[in-house]
T-cell receptor, first 113, second 117 residues
Framework: DAGVTQSPTHLIKTRGQQVTLRCSPK?????VSWYQQALGQGPQFIFQ???????QRGNFPDRFSGHQFPNYSSELNVNALLLGDSALYLC????????????FGPGTRLTVL | AQKVTQAQTEISVVEKEDVTLDCVYE???????LFWYKQPPSGELVFLIR??????QNEISGRYSWNFQKSTSSFNFTITASQVVDSAVYFC??????????????FGKGTKLSVKP
């Protein structure tokens, strides 16, 4: 049983570009959340998707958007990249919207030059 | 406002020593959940434990134990007889039920634990 998978592993972009990160949740999980982890910091919640809708959003600008597909996989899009967007982006999945354990993927390391 | 504080940025111990990682949280909710996650150098967060606000029983799992005290808003984590494989960054996290957080996690800044042989 595969856990949460994310692609790509690493990504290098330049300021102003756009990026798309992908996440496949653990089997049986239908809720996907995205977190941003800057170097030396704890993860910060970006947004959560359930039933193909954004259900909640953290304190992130509209440049951050997402999507969830019928198979529960999800994408995170970031437009007009800034140097400060350089971080590890983590995807987490869980069954339903309660307070179950969230399973995290290995993350995508984004570097903005 | 909700907040999780892990005051210890880095801890270094020698193998077989016991070590306690501190976590203090702030919330106005009466119903909430507390978590500990481990992040090894590979980067993937690994779930260790979840507690709800109505269960103050301490828990022991092998070499790991957790002390939850609502009176001091603390949820501390102790590793007994530490091993080199315990070296990682440990995060404490909070999820509020009353505030409509939909189960999303508020993390502390983490404590980096180094266990030397």
């Amino acid at each position: 049983d595969a856990g949460v998978t994310q692609s790509p592993t690493h990504l290098i972009k330049t300021r102003g570009q756009q990026v798309t990160l992908r996440c496949s949740p653990k089997s049986g999980h239908d809720t996907v959340s995205w977190y941003q982890q800057a170097l030396g910091q704890g993860p910060q919640f970006i947004f959560q998707y359930y039933e193909e809708e954004e259900r909640q959003r953290g304190n992130f600008p509209d440049r951050f958007s997402g999507h969830q597909f019928p198979n529960y996989s999800s994408e995170l899009n970031v437009n007009a990249l800034l140097l400060g967007d350089s971080a590890l982006y983590l995807c987490a999945s869980r069954p339903g919207q309660g307070f179950n354990e969230q399973f995290f993927g290995p993350g995508t390391r984004l570097t903005v030059l | 406002a909700q907040k999780v504080t892990q005051a210890q940025t880095e801890i270094s111990v020698v193998e077989k020593e016991d070590v306690t990682l501190d976590c203090v949280y702030e919330t106005r909710d009466t119903t909430y959940y507390l978590f500990w996650y481990k992040q090894p150098p590979s980067g993937e967060l690994v779930f260790l434990i979840r507690r709800n606000s109505f269960d103050e029983q301490n828990e022991i799992s092998g070499r790991y134990s957790w002390n939850f005290q609502k009176s001091t808003s603390s949820f501390n984590f102790t590793i007994t007889a530490s091993q080199v494989v315990d070296s990682a960054v440990y995060f404490c996290a909070l999820s509020e039920a009353d505030g409509g957080s939909q189960g999303n996690l508020i993390f502390g800044k983490g404590t980096k634990l180094s266990v030397k042989p």
